[in-house]
């Protein structure tokens, strides 16, 4: 699987997205990123992975404590990308199709 | 899998380029452009007003479901060919994006199969970036306003 798309994955899920706004604030560590969700935090650490496996965020070590920063170069590629404006294309021109084929058999 | 809407935006160009092909007739094709009740169901909005003819307006809004409006949009029709073509502006209402041109070309490729290419033209590069981050922006802000949410009902 191409890294591009790994990191359409990673923006795809809502929670996700909410941990890159979070750190894009401020650098924080696992643990306050979790204090911030209802979701348990394994789960976190789990979005947390894949988030810093696709690079777009960053670890950085400060004594005993791991903060997680976002990788801001790598969230422009991503703002730059046109992926989100195709798929909202796409979406409404399946439901074109979509649509059209009944209209058709309905005749 | 091939991706069926393509994007064609070359670096530093004030257009671009959306094409799709389908797997219709070009007659259905295009009428779900010009029925105002089919045009609603795929663009998930409301039609005001739809005059497929040259001349003619156009005007597309959709509510929440509080009845506020959150988006609403207008232009007029420039050209008008059943089967071939429609040329129109797009210009969103209070925000501050100009107005857009659109050309669409539709297209028969075989009984059952169509094409639609729809070139925009911006009145600048950075509005036409703009409008292709919209999307973006607007899943980020989606998720914005769910933390907020969250975070107030801790408070």
Not at chain 2, 55 to 77: L, S
């Amino acid at each position: 699987m191409n890294l591009r798309r790994d990191v359409f994955q990673a923006i795809a899920d809502p929670t996700r997205r909410a941990i890159l706004l979070l750190v894009a604030a401020q650098s924080m560590t696992a643990g306050a990123i979790a204090s911030n969700f209802d979701t348990a935090r394994p789960t976190v650490s789990k979005h947390l992975q894949i988030l810093t496996e696709c690079e777009l965020l960053e670890q950085k070590q400060n004594g005993r404590e791991i903060y997680y920063l976002i990788n801001a170069k790598k969230m422009k590629d991503v703002a730059d990308f046109i992926e989100p404006f195709r798929q909202l294309w796409d979406d409404r021109f399946n439901k074109l199709e979509t649509i059209m084929k009944n209209y058709q058999s309905k005749k | 899998m091939e991706l069926k809407t393509k994007i064609a935006a070359e670096d530093g160009k004030q257009y671009l380029v959306i094409t799709r092909e389908f797997d219709l007739p070009l007659e259905l094709l295009f009428k779900a452009h010009v029925e105002p009740e089919i045009v609603e169901q795929w663009m998930g909005t409301k039609v005001l007003k739809l005059e497929g003819k040259k001349h003619g307006g156009w005007q597309f809004e959709t509510t929440d479901a509080k009845g506020n409006v959150v988006f609403r949009a207008n232009g007029v029709i420039h050209e008008f060919v059943p089967n071939q073509k429609i040329t129109r502006t797009f210009e969103m209402e209070n925000t501050p994006f100009p107005v857009q041109l659109e050309f669409l070309e539709f297209e028969r490729l075989t009984d059952d199969t169509s094409k639609i290419n729809i070139h925009i033209v911006y009145k600048s590069v950075a509005h036409r970036d703009q409008m292709l981050q919209l999307p973006f922006a607007q899943g980020l802000n989606m998720a914005h306003n769910r933390l907020q949410d969250t975070v107030s009902k801790l408070k």
